[in-house]
């Protein structure tokens, strides 16, 4: 009776600090991240950035975004609070940028621009490629609707999928063609502004309450 007291109080504790595990909160949060780092839409750059760096280093660019992106889940609410920026002000400011960025894939065309470093593994590859404004935004406007714990999941899947990516980008290019991976980056784009309308629409309204 006793070991089953303490179970419930687990649990509940679990569940209070957003420690309750959601499969269908991880596959939700997954595709979405997913769709932002677009990493088989950027096939064609990391290829392009082999070609004038040389060797990628596809474990440390995978660790380096992974990290950027955990640190910044838990570190980016206290950073708005600090500048007293509220997390629905903050998720509706995200569901622009997935806007738009979800117009870059459907239409083709380039809104946000990255510099370009010498340093390819680390920079533009795990910061701003993979772990980029977008991405960042989009993971403290999850963290408004979704539990930490099943964002912190999906980001390691993600990241598993990202080096699985970089390791085989020349095979995957490859396979797909131009046409196939231009059919991915559309689809994805159209998914993401589905999710850009259902996040303002989930948070404008705390904006005036």
């Given amino acids: 009776m006793a070991s089953a007291e303490l179970d419930l109080k687990y649990f509940c504790t679990l569940k ?35 070609t004038k ?67 390819a593994s680390i920079v533009p590859l795990a910061f701003p490629l993979i772990a980029g404004a977008g991405t960042m935004t989009t993971l403290l406007s999850l963290r408004a609707e979704f539990q930490t714990i099943n964002i912190i999941i999906a980001i390691i899947l993600n990241i598993i999928l990202v080096y699985g990516v970089l390791k085989s980008s020349s095979k995957i290019e490859r396979m797909l063609g131009k046409n196939g991976l ?17 996040l303002f629409a989930a948070n404008v309204k705390g904006l005036f309450i």
């Fill in 16 to 50: 209070k600090n957003n420690m309750e595990l959601n499969f269908r909160e991880i596959a939700t949060v997954g595709m979405v991240l997913f769709a932002v780092i677009d990493i088989v839409g950027s096939i064609p750059i990391i290829v392009d950035l082999r």
């Fill in 53 to 119: 760096h040389g060797h990628i280093e596809s474990e440390k660019a995978s660790l380096v975004a992974g990290l950027i992106m955990i640190v910044f889940l838990f570190a980016g609410e206290e950073l708005l609070n600090l500048i007293g920026i509220d997390v629905n002000s903050f998720a509706v400011a995200g569901s622009f940028v997935l806007f738009f960025l979800a117009l870059e894939m459907i239409l083709g065309i380039r809104i946000y621009r990255d510099e370009e470093a010498s340093s």
């Fill in 182 to 198: 231009s059919v991915i980056r559309k689809t994805f784009g159209v998914v993401l502004l589905a999710i850009a309308v259902k």
